[in-house]
C-alpha cells in the first residue's frame, strides 16, 4: 500500500502518530495510524477491508495510493502511487488547510504536463465518492480537453475495487452520479464541462447549487472568468471539507491569472502553489522503474557539454541547480515546441512566477537583465515597510506592513539622493503613485513608495522621504495630475525641486525656468532609453520585487513601449525621473545656488536648520524604532 520513498520520520504535517510499524508520510493523525495499523496486520479480508475504508475515507493520500489507477505514457494502467515533488506540493497545501479543518482554497501555477490536471482529478473523486451529498463541478478550456478529463475519472471509477466502489446511476454525458435508482446511495455527483463561452453562461455556472467541489483546469483560458468565478463562488459554502483548487498555466501578462496571482491569500481567500518543471526531471514506469520527464540525454561527452554553455545558462544553472541533462531537455524544447522562441518558452514552462507572466509583444528589458534583478530582489528584503511620518522635532518611519513605503538602505549623513515622483489621482480603476529614492554615491534605488493614493496623500509621503533623504532633491512628474503634484509639493514648502527651462509661449520673452519634469511624446522615449541603458548595463541596484515585476510586463505593443495589459509601469517612470534627475543633479545645484542665494548644503534638513533640531533626525533602524515611537 506504499513505497520505500513514503516512509519517513514524521508525517508531511510534522506530526508523529504512534504506531508499531513504519507509517507514510502522508498519516497525520493517531486515528489514520491506528486504521493504517488494523489494515496491513488484519489476519481477515473483511477486517483489512474495513480498516481501509475507513482510512481511505479520512486519508485522501491513502485513497490516492491505494485505489487509484491512472494510464501512464506508456500507454499502461498502473496505480497512481509515486508522485513526483509537484504532486506532493500540491497535497501538502491542501493538507495543510484540510486537517487542521479549513476550507480548502488553493491555485497553482504550473507548466505543461506536470501531471497537476491528473492528481487533482483523483482528489475530485476522492472528494465526491467517498462522502454523502456531495457535489463538485471540474471545469475545463476546451471540449475536447474536456472529454478527456471525464474519460480520466471514468477509469478511475471503473478499477476501483468492488467493495470499495460507490454504485452509480450515471457514468455518462460528463457526468458521475454515485446514487442508485431508487436511492440508497452517496446522493453526490461531479460534473465535468466546458467553461461558459458567453458572460450569460459564464455567470450562471453553479449559481443556485451548492457545491462543495470546484476544479477549474487551465482557468487562465476560459472567457469571462470574472462572472463564471463569482457566480461559482456563490454555491461554495466556506465550511471544512469543502474544496476548491484552481489551476492553470499562465496566460500572459494582466490576465486574469496574474492578477489573482499578484493579490495576496488574505484578499483571495486562496494559497499559491507555484510549480516548475525543474521538480519533475523524472517520471515512474510501469515496471517500476523511472524514465526522463523533462531531462533529456546529452548529445556529446558531459565534460564537452559544459564547454557548450552559455552565460545565460550558466546563470540559470547557478540559480536553479539545473542538470546538464536539464539544461539540454531546454534547448530541444525550445528548438521542438517553442519555435525557437525563449519568451514563449518561459511562459509555458516557467522557473519563477515572474518568468510565467510575459508581456505581449517584444520585452523592453531582456531576460538576462531581468533574472539579474529578479535575482537581487529575492535576496534583499526590506528593511523597513511601513509610512513616513513626523514630529515637530524628527521624521520618522512608522512601522505597518501593509505601508506603501519600503526602505532598503537607511540615509547615510553626506551622500546625495534624488527621488522620482509619478503621481495618480487615486482612482480605484487608475495608475498608481510611484516614488523612488535614488542615492547617487551607491547608484541604488533604496527607498521606493508604491500605492492608489491621491496627490495630497502622496506627496506629503515625497516630502517627507525628500526630507529623510538628506534634503534630496525631488524630479515630479508635472503632466496632467502632475502639475497638482507639483504645487502641493510647493505649499508644502519644499524648496528642492526638478527645475526645467520652457520657452514662455505667453509673452514669447524667451526661455522660463518651471517646476517639475514634462512626460511628452519627445521626452518619454528618453526617459525608457536612460531606464533601459542603465538596467542592461547593470549600472544601478535595484531590490525591489515590484520594480521587476513591471519591467517583466512592459513591453513593445504596437509600436509603442508600454505597460501590457491590465499592467502597470508607475515603477518604472518613477525610477526614470530620478535618474533623470541625477544626470542632471550638477545642472541643478549650479542654479539653485545662484537662483537662492546661498548653498544647499547636502545632508541637512532645511527645514530643520534653525536651532537644535538639526542633528534630531532619525540616521539609523534605531532611531526610526527607538522606544518613544
Keep these: 500500500m506504499t513505497t520505500a520513498h513514503d516512509v519517513e520520520k514524521g508525517s508531511i504535517l510534522g506530526t508523529f502518530p504512534e504506531a508499531e510499524i513504519d507509517l507514510p508520510k502522508y498519516i497525520v493523525t493517531q486515528q489514520e495510524a491506528d486504521l493504517y495499523q488494523a489494515a496491513i496486520q488484519a489476519e481477515h479480508s473483511d477486517d483489512r477491508m474495513h480498516a481501509m475504508v475507513g482510512l481511505g475515507k479520512i486519508c485522501p493520500a491513502f485513497y490516492i495510493h491505494a485505489f487509484i489507477k491512472i494510464?501512464?505514457?506508456d500507454k499502461n494502467l498502473q496505480p497512481l502511487n509515486r508522485?513526483?515533488?509537484?504532486?506532493?506540493?500540491?497535497?501538502?497545501?491542501?493538507?495543510?488547510?484540510?486537517?487542521?479543518?479549513?476550507?480548502?482554497?488553493?491555485?497553482?501555477?504550473?507548466?505543461?504536463?506536470?501531471?497537476?490536471?491528473?492528481?487533482?482529478?483523483?482528489?475530485d473523486y476522492w472528494a465526491t465518492a467517498t462522502r454523502f451529498r456531495s457535489n463538485g463541478v471540474l471545469l475545463a478550456h476546451e471540449d475536447?480537453?474536456?472529454?478527456?478529463?471525464?474519460?480520466?475519472?471514468?477509469?478511475?471509477?471503473?478499477?476501483?475495487?468492488?467493495?470499495?466502489?460507490?454504485?452509480?446511476?450515471?457514468?455518462?454525458?460528463?457526468?458521475?452520479?454515485?446514487?442508485?435508482?431508487?436511492?440508497?446511495?452517496?446522493?453526490?455527483?461531479?460534473?465535468?464541462?466546458?467553461?461558459?463561452?458567453?458572460?450569460?453562461?459564464?455567470?450562471?455556472?453553479?449559481?443556485?447549487?451548492?457545491?462543495?467541489?470546484?476544479?477549474?483546469?487551465?482557468?487562465?483560458?476560459?472567457?469571462?472568468?470574472?462572472?463564471?468565478?463569482?457566480?461559482?463562488?456563490?454555491?461554495?459554502?466556506?465550511?471544512a471539507d469543502s474544496f476548491a483548487w484552481f489551476e492553470s498555466t499562465a496566460n500572459g501578462a494582466g490576465g486574469f491569472m496574474d492578477k489573482f496571482w499578484q493579490d495576496s491569500p488574505e484578499n483571495t481567500g486562496f494559497e499559491r502553489v507555484f510549480l516548475s518543471w525543474r521538480h519533475v526531471p523524472w517520471r515512474p514506469t510501469s515496471d517500476g522503474e523511472w524514465a526522463r520527464k523533462y531531462s533529456r540525454e546529452l548529445p556529446i561527452p558531459a565534460d564537452m557539454y559544459r564547454k557548450t554553455i552559455t552565460s545565460d545558462e550558466y546563470e540559470l544553472i547557478k540559480e536553479h541547480s539545473l542538470t546538464l541533462n536539464q539544461v539540454e531537455w531546454r534547448r530541444h524544447t525550445i528548438k521542438t515546441k517553442c519555435v525557437n522562441d525563449e519568451d514563449f518558452f518561459r511562459q509555458e514552462y516557467p522557473l519563477t512566477p515572474l518568468e510565467a507572466f510575459i508581456g505581449s509583444g517584444e520585452s523592453v528589458f531582456s531576460q538576462p537583465a531581468l533574472r539579474h534583478y529578479e535575482r537581487l530582489s529575492n535576496q534583499v528584503e526590506p528593511a523597513f515597510v511601513g509610512w513616513m511620518k513626523e514630529t515637530p522635532t524628527k521624521i520618522f518611519a512608522s512601522p505597518d506592513s501593509?505601508?506603501?513605503?519600503?526602505?532598503?538602505?537607511?540615509?547615510?549623513?553626506?551622500?546625495?539622493?534624488?527621488?522620482?515622483?509619478?503621481?495618480?489621482?487615486?482612482?480605484?480603476?487608475?495608475?498608481?503613485?510611484?516614488?523612488?529614492?535614488?542615492?547617487?554615491?551607491?547608484?541604488?534605488?533604496?527607498?521606493?513608495?508604491?500605492?492608489?493614493?491621491?496627490?495630497?496623500?502622496?506627496s506629503e509621503q515625497a516630502v517627507l522621504l525628500g526630507q529623510y533623504y538628506n534634503e534630496a532633491l525631488i524630479v515630479p512628474d508635472c503632466t496632467g495630475i502632475g502639475m497638482a503634484a507639483v504645487w502641493a509639493l510647493k505649499r508644502h514648502g519644499y524648496r528642492r525641486l526638478y527645475v526645467r527651462r520652457d520657452i514662455d509661449r505667453r509673452s514669447g520673452a524667451g526661455r522660463k525656468d518651471r517646476w517639475g519634469y514634462v512626460i511628452t511624446s519627445t521626452t518619454r522615449p528618453i526617459l525608457i532609453s536612460d531606464l533601459r541603458n542603465a538596467v542592461e548595463n547593470k549600472e544601478v541596484v535595484i531590490y525591489d520585487k515590484d520594480f521587476v515585476f513591471e519591467a517583466r510586463r512592459f513591453a513593445v505593443v504596437n509600436g509603442k513601449e508600454q505597460a501590457s495589459k491590465n499592467s502597470h509601469d508607475d515603477l518604472l517612470f518613477s525610477a526614470a525621473l530620478a535618474?533623470?534627475?541625477?544626470?542632471?543633479?550638477?545642472?541643478?545645484?549650479?542654479?539653485?545656488?545662484?537662483?537662492?542665494?546661498?548653498?544647499?548644503?547636502?545632508?541637512?534638513?532645511?527645514?530643520?536648520?534653525?536651532?537644535?533640531?538639526?542633528?534630531?533626525?532619525?540616521?539609523?533602524?534605531?532611531?526610526?524604532?527607538?522606544?518613544?515611537?
Design 71 to 73: 494510464r501512464d505514457e
Design 402 to 458: 501593509k505601508g506603501p513605503v519600503k526602505i532598503y538602505e537607511y540615509p547615510k549623513p553626506g551622500n546625495e539622493y534624488v527621488i522620482g515622483y509619478d503621481p495618480a489621482a487615486g482612482y480605484e480603476s487608475g495608475d498608481l503613485a510611484a516614488i523612488s529614492v535614488f542615492c547617487r554615491d551607491s547608484r541604488t534605488f533604496v527607498a521606493h513608495y508604491y500605492a492608489k493614493h491621491d496627490v495630497p496623500l502622496s
Design 144 to 239: 475536447q480537453i474536456t472529454k478527456r478529463i471525464f474519460r480520466i475519472l471514468r477509469r478511475y471509477h471503473e478499477n476501483i475495487p468492488e467493495w470499495l466502489r460507490p454504485a452509480a446511476s450515471n457514468t455518462s454525458r460528463q457526468e458521475l452520479v454515485f446514487d442508485q435508482k431508487g436511492g440508497g446511495g452517496l446522493d453526490s455527483s461531479i460534473f465535468i464541462d466546458t467553461a461558459g463561452r458567453s458572460k450569460e453562461v459564464a455567470s450562471k455556472v453553479g449559481r443556485g447549487d451548492t457545491l462543495h467541489l470546484e476544479h477549474l483546469s487551465e482557468f487562465d483560458h476560459y472567457a469571462h472568468q470574472d462572472e463564471l468565478l463569482l457566480s461559482m463562488q456563490q454555491g461554495l459554502p466556506d465550511v
Design 83 to 123: 508522485w513526483n515533488e509537484g504532486q506532493w506540493e500540491i497535497y501538502n497545501s491542501i493538507a495543510r488547510s484540510y486537517y487542521n479543518q479549513k476550507p480548502v482554497r488553493i491555485v497553482i501555477l504550473k507548466p505543461r504536463q506536470i501531471g497537476s490536471t491528473t492528481f487533482l482529478g483523483a482528489m
Design 579 to 629: 535618474l533623470r534627475g541625477h544626470a542632471e543633479h550638477g545642472r541643478y545645484m549650479k542654479r539653485a545656488e545662484s537662483e537662492l542665494g546661498k548653498h544647499l548644503e547636502t545632508g541637512l534638513n532645511m527645514r530643520l536648520m534653525s536651532g537644535d533640531l538639526a542633528n534630531s533626525r532619525p540616521l539609523d533602524a534605531g532611531d526610526i524604532l527607538g522606544d518613544q515611537w
